[in-house]
């Protein structure tokens, strides 16, 4: 008899004292994200929405499909998304396509990771845009890790630019966890989103 794959369902709900996205500010207060999933054995199925702070726009939502698979030690993941903009008005182009693939593996207490993310034709003024991350996560207490990222994207419609982050994370229960991260740009001259940030974050998944 053919075993059939589990049903996992799940949501997310995360609140940040500010938004960020690929490494610049993405709203000027208090971000809210929802995002519901279904894992059906390697394949996940989610959804997410969360206010936004653009002149044409003031949310951001996405339904995605992806796969994870494990490999030689590997944590693999691959995935396409469809995203636009809410309550988009005088906006051009408020809808994407979006593709990333992310690699991990966990050596001890340290876990390195690499992810890419590509779209053809980005939501505004961007058009095809690649962006590039590389870090790493250190279990060093119980319940606590630490992790640095470094980023670089390069896009038509708007400047390429480095970011980095680093910072701490603490389980605080089993479906609640904290987060405080340092956020910075190589480019902070070209305007506010680009410049340095502390931001605080709660993640409640269940």
């Known amino acids: 008899m053919v075993a059939l794959p589990s049903f996992d369902p799940g949501i997310e709900i995360s609140v940040f004292s500010q938004g960020m996205s690929k490494g610049l500010r993405q709203s000027d207060g208090v971000q809210i994200l929802v995002r519901p999933e279904l894992a059906i054995g390697s394949l996940l199925l989610d959804a ?3 206010n936004v702070t653009l002149p044409a726009a003031d ?7 992806g796969l994870r698979h494990r490999f030689a030690g590997f944590d693999l993941a691959v995935s396409a998304a469809y995203k636009w903009n809410t309550n988009a008005h005088l906006q051009p182009d408020r809808d994407a396509l979006e593709f990333s693939a992310s690699a991990s593996r966990r050596f001890g207490r340290i876990t390195p990771h690499l992810s890419l993310v590509y779209s053809p034709d980005d ?16 279990s060093l207490l119980q319940g ?5 990222n470094i980023e670089r994207r390069e896009r038509d419609g708007g400047p390429d630019y480095v970011a980095f982050n680093a910072g701490a994370t603490y389980t605080l229960t089993r479906n609640l966890s904290a987060d405080l991260r340092y956020y910075d740009t190589a480019q ?9 940030r502390l931001v605080a974050s709660l993640k409640l998944h269940f």
Not at 144 to 148: K, P
Not at 188 to 196: D, E, Q, V
């Open 144 to 148: 606590l890790s630490f992790s640095a």
């Open 188 to 196: 902070s001259r070209l305007g506010a989103i680009y410049r340095p």
């Open 123 to 138: 939501l505004g003024g961007t058009r095809a845009s690649l962006y590039a991350e590389a870090g790493a996560s250190a």
């Open 48 to 50: 997410y929405y969360k």
């Open 59 to 65: 949310g951001e939502a996405a339904v995605r499909l």
